[in-house]
Structures are given as structure tokens and as C-alpha cells.
């Protein structure tokens, strides 16, 4: 069987640290890979829309932001298909079958779902669009009949009720559809990178966030006002480690080369920690270190993030060529689908 995969972000802003350990590193790593056939990455912009109907302007100016983010990472569209999700009406025609295959009750029990609701506040007034998001996206990673999603901890459930839909599609309609496996971080700080307010998520509506196009200055104000450990007041204080996002980050980031460039009165984290546990290490120290960690991952980014940003006309043109590629591809699945649920009338 073809080895595809299939993920993508929301244009809700530009892409910050968290997606960037948590998926498009991977990403990166596995296009280099050589071990798939097809690689299709997806700027999932109606999606976006369903919980920003009212800010167009935003999600369509946050197309390019992640498209540049894309490029800057290291995503060459020579090996990865990058497209824009509402250009291709098949993925939306999907959707709309699926959604006979999948209970509200069902949905209602997402653990996702709850968990975004809450946090946007809906109370009662949910959008519907917003409610079917995860049948949306069972009909963005079916379609391109991907067999490998690479995201964050947080999509799990996705996965899930994705196959679920797949399960159910096949034994009704026969087999059709191709069942994806989720690909997670193996770093386990990655799974799901906390906020630089401490929450539990970094995330574009939270605005707790360091993004990958911040410059130099900015990165470095934010790791310096960084939330770490209450407790921990002064220096001879022991501190915690787990759960505070100083040594969460440096989990996710620092490599033993780090500490040899940058501390090398420590010979890896283990120590740095052990000592933090111990009392006696101050956080402004810690910051500085987790700072030069965060500098060096990035300046290669923002770097080329630079030369992309002067030649935008191409990167439109990356998207467009992309977008024409992902529906030839949406198109012969979507044939598929109408032939085994006999809607194919004038065939
Ligand atoms: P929004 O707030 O608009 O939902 P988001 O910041 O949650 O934005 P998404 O576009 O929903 O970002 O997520 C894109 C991808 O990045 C998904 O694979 C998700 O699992 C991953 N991801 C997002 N935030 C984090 C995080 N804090 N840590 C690890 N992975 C993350
Ligand atoms: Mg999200």
C-alpha cells in the first residue's frame, strides 16, 4: 500500500514553538525521510472559519503567514504537497456523507471537542460547523487515502472518530476508504507544549504563546517573564521541575551539545534539574539558558523565513500549484466514495 500522509494546521495566526515540536518538526523529519509517497499538507482554513465565521480578514491573511512558517521549517514543496483546504469542494462533499455516519452524541463525548469548547466559551451557542469540525477532518485525511497523520496529543481523539467513520463507511458501502494511523512526538514534552502562562497548551487563542517568525528580542522577553514555579521564591528554595514550563521547554529543546556551547558547568538536563530540585539555582539563570536554546533552534528559521517573505508572489504560486495537485487527488477519492454509496447516476 502507498505510504501518504496527511496533516495541517488552522490559519488562526501564525504557527508558534508548540506546533513546531509537535508536528512539523516531524514533519520535516519525515519528508526527508524518503518513505513516503506522498505527503500532503494542508492549510485548514474552513476549519478555521468555523469558530471565526465573523473574521474572515483574519484567517484569510493567516493563509500566508503558515504557508511562510511552512516554508521556513524546512517543508520543500518539491516533496510536499501544500494546499489550501476550501479550495477543494470535494473535501466539503465528503463531510456532508459523513456526517449521516456519526452520532452528536458521539461527537458530544470528543474529549477535543469538550475541551475547545470550553475553552472558547460557546456555553450553549455552538456553531454547528464548529460541532462537526471532527467529521470534517475525517474527510481531509480519507480523502487523500493517508495512512499516516503526524499531530500533536490533542488530536488523538480526531484520530479515533476518524477511524471509527472509516470502519463504519467500509461495512456499509464496502471497502473504500483507507484507515489512517496517528503519528505522535516520541518526546513526551512534545506531546502537548504548555503555554508561557503556564497553561496547559500553548495555543494561538490563548495568546501564550513564542512563534517561530518572533524576532530576537521578543523571544527573549518572553522566555524571560516566563511562568516557573510558584514556590520556588528564593534561590535556596528547592524547585519543581515537573510542570513548570522553564524545564517542560528545555525537555522539548535542549540537546547535550546546548549545554556544552552554552552551560557547560552542567553536562546535561538530568543535572541542571537535579540541582534546581536540590535549591540553590535561580530561574533568571535557567531563562537565560532555555533563551540561548530557543535562539539557536530558531535563527535558521527566521532566517529563511526572511528570504521567502521577499518573493511572496512564488509562495502564492507554491500554494496554487499545490491546491490544483491535492484536488486531482480529492477528485478520484470522491469518485470513489459516490460509486460505493450509488450516487453515481450519470455513470
Ligand atoms: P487554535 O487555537 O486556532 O486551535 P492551535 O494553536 O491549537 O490553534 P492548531 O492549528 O489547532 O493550533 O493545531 C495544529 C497542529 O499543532 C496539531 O497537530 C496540534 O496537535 C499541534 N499543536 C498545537 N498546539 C500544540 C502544543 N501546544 N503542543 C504540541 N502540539 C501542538
Ligand atoms: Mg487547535
Redesign the pocket.
Known amino acids: 500500500m502507498k505510504q501518504v500522509i496527511l496533516?495541517?494546521?488552522?490559519p488562526?495566526?501564525r504557527l508558534?514553538v508548540?506546533?513546531y515540536?509537535?508536528?512539523l518538526k516531524r514533519r520535516v523529519q519525515l519528508q526527508n525521510s524518503g518513505k513516503f509517497d506522498q505527503i500532503f499538507i494542508m492549510i485548514?482554513d474552513a476549519q478555521?472559519l468555523t469558530d471565526n465565521a465573523h473574521q474572515p480578514q483574519k484567517v484569510r491573511e493567516n493563509i500566508i503567514q503558515v504557508a511562510l512558517d511552512y516554508l521556513s521549517c524546512g517543508l520543500d514543496p518539491e516533496k510536499s504537497t501544500i494546499f489550501i483546504q476550501s479550495m477543494i469542494p470535494e473535501l466539503t462533499e465528503l463531510t456532508f456523507y459523513y456526517m449521516n455516519l456519526v452520532t452528536v452524541a458521539r461527537v458530544g463525548r470528543n474529549p477535543t471537542v469538550k475541551s475547545?469548547i470550553k475553552m472558547r466559551d460557546f456555553k450553549t451557542s455552538i456553531p454547528l460547523g464548529f460541532f462537526a469540525y471532527p467529521v470534517s477532518q475525517a474527510a481531509d485525511i480519507t480523502a487523500f487515502r493517508a495512512t499516516a497523520v503526524p499531530?500533536?496529543?490533542?488530536?488523538m481523539p480526531m484520530l479515533e472518530q476518524c477511524r471509527e467513520i472509516v470502519h463504519s463507511f467500509n461495512s456499509i458501502y464496502g471497502e473504500t476508504l483507507v484507515e489512517p494511523q496517528i503519528i505522535l512526538p516520541d518526546n513526551k514534552a512534545?506531546?502537548?507544549?504548555?503555554g508561557t502562562d503556564g497553561k496547559a497548551?500553548?495555543?494561538?487563542?490563548?495568546g501564550n504563546c513564542i512563534y517561530l517568525s518572533d524576532d530576537e528580542e521578543t523571544v527573549r522577553k518572553k522566555v524571560m517573564s516566563m511562568f516557573t514555579d510558584p514556590n520556588h521564591v528564593r534561590v535556596e528554595d528547592p524547585g519543581r521541575v515537573e510542570g513548570n514550563p522553564v524545564f517542560v521547554y528545555l525537555d522539548a529543546f535542549s540537546r547535550p551539545d546546548h549545554f556544552e556551547r552554552f552551560w557547560p558547568e552542567y553536562k546535561n538536563l538530568d543535572e541542571l534539574k537535579a540541582h534546581y530540585q536540590r535549591g540553590g539555582l535561580g530561574d533568571v539563570k535557567i531563562k537565560k539558558f532555555l533563551n540561548q536554546v530557543l535562539q539557536d533552534e530558531l535563527a535558521p528559521i527566521r532566517e529563511r523565513r526572511k528570504q521567502w517573505e521577499a518573493h511572496l508572489p512564488e509562495v502564492y504560486e507554491i500554494l496554487k500549484k499545490g491546491t490544483e495537485k491535492a484536488r486531482t487527488v480529492a477528485a478520484q477519492t470522491m469518485h470513489d466514495v459516490r460509486a460505493a454509496m450509488k450516487i453515481n447516476y450519470f455513470e
Open positions: 496533516t495541517g494546521d488552522r488562526t495566526g508558534h508548540g506546533h515540536v509537535g508536528s485548514a478555521a475547545e499531530v500533536g496529543e490533542d488530536q512534545c506531546l502537548r507544549l504548555p497548551k500553548m495555543s494561538k487563542s490563548l
